[in-house]
């Protein structure tokens, strides 16, 4: 079922809301789908899911060695037959101010705020399509 990116259902938005591991999928150089689990919040108002992670870490050296320094790539989650899916292209955000809104985002959703990391940056996904059964 088909979702509006920046008007979801409010079942929609409330599985966005809760407390649930999510995958992301990241293509690789050679094309192949790298899947991993990851924290995401999503923010309906800006139609943006947003990723945080060490600078270091696959996903980010995906997005970074794509042609142009974005990916297409997917965010999931699911419990029993409830699932959703957010989709769009990924950039890799490294600025002070990004890194902390997705953070506070992080914290709100998950209930915990990550350690402090120098390394920590956002992969910010500008969503263009949003599927699921919530």
């Given at each position: 079922?088909?979702?509006?990116v920046?008007?979801p259902?409010p079942?929609?938005?409330?599985?966005?809301?809760?407390?649930?591991?999510?995958?992301?999928?990241?293509?690789?150089?050679?094309?192949?789908?790298?899947?991993?689990p990851?924290g995401?919040?999503y923010?309906?108002?800006a139609g943006?899911a947003?990723?945080?992670s060490?600078?270091h870490?696959?996903?980010?050296?995906?997005?970074l060695?794509?042609?142009d320094?974005?990916?297409?790539?997917?965010v999931?989650?699911?419990?029993g037959?409830?699932?959703a899916?957010l989709?769009?292209?990924a950039?890799?955000?490294?600025?002070?101010?990004s890194?902390?809104?997705?953070?506070?985002r992080?914290a709100?959703?998950?209930?915990r705020?990550?350690s402090?990391n120098?390394?920590?940056?956002?992969?910010?996904?500008?969503?263009?399509?949003?599927?699921?059964?919530?």
């Amino acid at each position: 079922m088909s979702h509006d990116v920046f008007d979801p259902t409010p079942e929609y938005l409330a599985f966005w809301r809760e407390r649930h591991v999510c995958t992301l999928t990241t293509p690789r150089p050679d094309g192949t789908p790298h899947v991993v689990p990851v924290g995401v919040t999503y923010d309906p108002e800006a139609g943006l899911a947003r990723v945080i992670s060490n600078r270091h870490s696959k996903k980010v050296r995906n997005v970074l060695t794509s042609p142009d320094g974005t990916a297409r790539v997917a965010v999931c989650q699911m419990e029993g037959r409830r699932w959703a899916t957010l989709e769009g292209r990924a950039v890799v955000r490294t600025d002070e101010a990004s890194v902390a809104d997705a953070v506070a985002r992080y914290a709100e959703r998950y209930g915990r705020t990550p350690s402090p990391n120098p390394d920590r940056v956002v992969l910010e996904i500008t969503l263009d399509r949003a599927m699921g059964r919530a």
